[in-house]
């Protein structure tokens, strides 16, 4: 098993031939993904295994808390194991092998077993052990080698990637929800650096990178290696993430630990109601929150929280059956007045939803006249594994460079992709490595261009007004006590005037001469703001001429009447 692939199959491959029969389905990634986990721990600690046991039976007696020289013994590890056994020795006694897997488990260090305890693994282990297939699960996992010298950790990534996106398919979740191709995380980095590596040059340089809904961390991993390998690899980055399903969270938190990186970085939780890193500020935050997911569990903390000047959702709350937009109001609550950079995907429904005035438009118009907001990049359909709709990257700075000052950039990349050999769920596009270094070309060097457009901030808001017209009894206008037309409320009718225009040049061009008795009642207007991507993008293609559509007809009923005729013949033979 030389790649990754191999390995994700190898793995595919244990769960379907053991697990067959006593797990249904849907639980095969509850089984599996612990002990793929563990493995991937077992392989780390080998070479230290032996100088932990010795070292564990020289100072347990000894000190109260012998967990400094422990991990002295790992050689600069964050984590350890005290027990003798690992999956290749409890491999090698089938008798005894429930009481020695628990003999391995407490020998961990504490930050992996909480790690462990959110796989539920004891339910898992005591179902294995029933049906005597523990044994022979252990000794599968020890066939395959998932040391971090033999599958890196973008890899490892790929690994995971695949085995959720099945174990997703076979339950019937949502494989979106745990992962995004790591095409598209690359691209995002790309965008979210490609004018920040200035800052990120000399000695000495620490560096926060965060995501609020990190699932099993792939943001963040391949975040830090594009900074390190692309950048400066003097930079020291730390990573923070809070993930909600206690499965991936206990993925990233291994995938972290295993790096050598501060694993109590990542954090368990909803970040709306339970923010793990409040008062905290990042200089970099990416994240792809899931599509339309209600927040009503919540709404009272939320509104609470909604009604305070000084809160992260203070400029407005989108409908409860989405939550997304709140994701990136609770990542500008933690830019850094110095300068942070966010890139974040959303599905279409945040660019547009919701009137004048409602939660998701006042969101839009907070981040926008705060010129926060510095780029969208329109992302081909079919990327993602449970969704073939289409998506954006926001990219969200609170210190734009001069040239971007008062501008958005939009950028359409729907077409920017190659078609893979085979589809994987929804997942049958991907953007290939040139293509994101043209389009983070096209970011770079901010020019109009076919897929490239530029606009000022105000271009995107328009004021809504109310048009008015008079009621009418008996072919009389009726009046108020002081002599005004009373307005007729099922007449009542709304423009959107640009606010690039002057609302009454505009009522008298595009209202009064179809409604020559309509007035407008500016006590009701409101300040909206939306970005309809494709009407800035959109191409008029004119019609067909009738002629060629005539022929074409006739062209076709020529054809079928004689298949007709053959078939008719046919059976008269």
Known sequence: MNNFQDKANFIWQVADDILRGTFKQHEYGEV??????????????????????ATNNKFKDVLPDPAQVLLHATNGLNFYNTSYYDLRRLAQDA??????????????????????????????????????????????????DLHPDVVANHEMGYIFEELLRRFSEMSNETAGEHYTPREVIRLMVNLLFAEHQAEL???????????????????????????????????????????????????????????????????????FSEDKFKGNKFNYMLSNPPFGVSWKKEQEFIKDEANDPYGRFHAGLPRVSDGALMFLQHMISKMEPRGSRIAIIFNGSPLFTGDAGSGESNIRKWIIENDWLEAIIALPTELFYNTGIATYIWIVSNRKPEKRIGKVQLINAVGYYKKMRKSLGNKRNYVSEAQIQELTGIYSQFEEGENCKIFDNDYFGYNKITVERPLMEHSEMVRDKRSKPKPDTSLRDYEKVPLIEDVDEYFDREVKPHVADAWMDRSKDKVGYELNFTKYFYEYKPLRALKEIKADILALEGETEGLLKEILGGTRK
């Open 32 to 53: 599996i993904l612990p002990f793929v986990v563990l493995r991937r721990l077992d392989c780390v600690l080998e070479e230290h295994k032996d100088a932990v046991i």
């Open 95 to 144: 008798g005894n092998v429930e009481l020695n897997f628990n003999n391995y488990i407490n020998g961990y260090s504490a930050n992996v077993r909480e790690m462990i305890e959110n796989f539920q693994i004891d339910k898992i282990v005591a179902k294995l052990v029933k049906n005597d297939l523990m044994f022979m699960l252990v000794a599968k996992f020890t066939e395959i």
């Open 201 to 271: 040059q000399g000695k000495g340089i620490i560096r926060t990178v965060f995501d609020p809904a990190c699932g099993t961390g792939g943001m963040l991993t391949i975040a830090k290696e594009h900074i390190q390998q692309k950048i400066n690899p003097d930079v020291e980055i730390v990573m923070y993430g809070q993930e909600l399903n206690e499965q991936t969270y206990a993925i990233a938190k291994s995938d972290v630990l295993i790096m050598g990186e501060e694993a109590d970085n990542i954090r368990p939780g909803t970040s």
